[in-house]
């Protein structure tokens, strides 16, 4: 005797398969959203600069880089101090070596020197431990030259990783990049510099500049009246970020 066909119940029991492994699938998700931990120990943790702050009030930060001897970042420090601006220099300790007066003048105006590197290397190709090496020398010769040692640190073009922002974090230095690029390292003029910065500008922006630069010496009276006519307020990176006055470096 032939036996029924019984190809009806295994569709039915296909589908209630499908549905019992849905039912799981969505029991485990809503499991690990509410258990973040989980997550944790797979995920990749990152380690990222600085790049601009949240603020309530209108403040934010000029900062210069400067790696080689040059004739403008006095005449840069010139005019911030007749306006009254204190600003922040990521320097390399080749430039203090070379120009301590000028290194030990800008702190006593009340503005802050940052660690750019000791010789302006591209790090991430480096060793862990070489890497340290070349951000202490650096952080050396600033307080050498200064009396304050940095607390803060931005990598040679801006070319950071998750290895740099650590072993810097180690050494009790905060990783700090940028928000607002002027654009005086492409070779800007002077206005097209101050109108860079003053579009893009927003409360809490970290704006990148190069002080030895001759456009950016010649476009910083323009750049700085335009932001305070909007309302900015100039305030060294310590401050921008901790509400830290006239330090000289990051609290570590």
Not at 90 to 97: A, E, I, N, Q
Not at 128 to 143: G, P, R, W
Not at 180 to 200: F, H, M, T
Not at 223 to 237: D, N
């Amino acid at each position: 005797m032939r036996r029924p066909f019984s190809g009806k119940i295994l569709l039915i029991r296909r589908k209630y398969v499908a549905a019992l492994a849905l039912c799981v699938a969505v029991a485990t998700i809503f499991y690990i959203i509410n258990h973040p931990g989980l997550v944790g120990t797979t995920a990749r943790e990152r380690f990222l600069p600085i790049y601009s702050i949240e603020r309530d009030d209108t403040a934010m930060s000029l900062t210069f880089n400067v790696r080689e001897a040059d004739c403008y970042t006095a005449q840069v420090a010139q005019t911030l101090e007749a306006y009254r601006v204190r600003a922040t220099f990521f320097v390399t300790g080749d430039w203090v070596r070379e120009n301590r007066d000028l290194a030990a003048h800008l702190v006593e105006s009340g503005h802050e020197l940052m660690n750019l590197s000791d010789d302006h290397s591209l790090l991430r190709k480096l060793p862990a431990a070489e890497i340290q090496a070349n951000v202490l020398a650096c952080s050396d010769a600033i307080q050498a030259a200064t009396g304050v040692r940095p607390g803060a640190f931005r990598a040679p073009y801006g070319a950071y990783d998750d290895k740099i922002v650590a072993l810097v974090g180690a050494l009790g230095m905060q990783s700090v990049q940028w928000s607002v690029d002027s654009g005086d390292w492409r070779g800007l003029d002077a206005a097209a510099v101050a109108r860079q910065v003053q579009n893009k500008a927003f409360p809490g922006a970290i704006i990148l500049l190069h002080s030895n630069l001759y456009q950016t010496a010649l476009a910083m009276p323009e750049l700085i009246t335009g932001l305070m006519e909007a309302g900015y307020t100039l305030v060294p990176v310590s401050e921008l970020v901790y509400g830290v006055e006239n330090t000289g470096s990051l609290p570590g």
